[in-house]
T-cell receptor, first 114, second 114 residues
């Protein structure tokens, strides 16, 4: 158990809908990351937050947004969902959000868009 | 730009024989490199990391990797495969600076035959 929790584990929804994925980092970690894993794109970095502020952005669509709250949990919002958004979404956390740190991954949220 | 290439998408070994998973990286500076493992329907777990200290890095479960700058390689090895090693393995590089963004290779599926 990494100490990172993600809810829900599974999510089934329809095209055009909006969903929210939630992540709680390990105790003491200030930085949260979101990654998307799909069969065609592999594992891709979406976005990083550090202590409530956005620190780095990757291949995140404009339909997607995220935030990190004062209690350090994070939410990833996916809107106007398309079939191609079906994927496994991972959250990870690390202590200070810098490049040599180990990131601890949650179990993921599996999203299926029908 | 930083990138990693995993040279084999699928590796099959017999239990008790050595494992070699190959990774080449591209980086404009001395990188931080990681190997992560993903067991079926599980999150990602760190096996080991290189952060410019010793070039031979030992990880969990008997795995190790050697950083070779002259060959831009970071191959993962294990002397004797166990059935429980069957999983997907990702070679990962990070960007420089104050961000923990991970760039993943495409993954290598390790099959271990009895």
């Amino acid at each position: 158990d990494s100490g990172v929790t993600q809810t829900p584990k599974h999510l089934i929804t329809a095209t055009g809908q909006r969903v929210t994925l939630r992540c709680s980092p390990r105790s003491g970690d200030l930085s949260v990351y979101w990654y998307q894993q799909s069969l065609d794109q592999g594992l891709q970095f979406l976005i990083q937050y550090y202590n409530g502020e956005e620190r780095a952005k990757g291949n995140i669509l404009e339909r997607f947004s995220a935030q990190q709250f004062p209690d350090l949990h994070s939410e990833l919002n996916l809107s106007s969902l398309e079939l191609g958004d079906s994927a496994l979404y991972f959250c990870a956390s690390s202590a200070n959000g810098v490049n040599q740190e180990t990131q601890y991954f949650g179990p993921g949220t599996r999203l299926l868009v029908l | 730009a930083q990138s990693v290439t995993q040279l084999d998408s699928h590796v099959s070994v017999s239990e008790g024989t050595p494992v070699l998973l190959r990774c080449n990286y591209s980086s404009s500076y001395s990188p931080s490199l990681f190997w992560y493992v993903q067991h079926p329907n599980k999150g990602l777990q760190l096996l080991l990391k290189y952060t410019s200290a010793a070039t031979l890095v030992k990880g969990i479960n008997g795995f190790e990797a050697e950083f070779k700058m002259s060959e831009t390689s970071f191959h993962l090895t294990k002397p004797s495969a166990h059935m429980s090693d069957a999983a997907e393995y990702f070679c990962v590089v990070t960007l420089s600076g104050n961000t923990g963004k991970l760039i993943f290779g495409q993954g290598t599926t390790l099959q271990v035959k009895p």
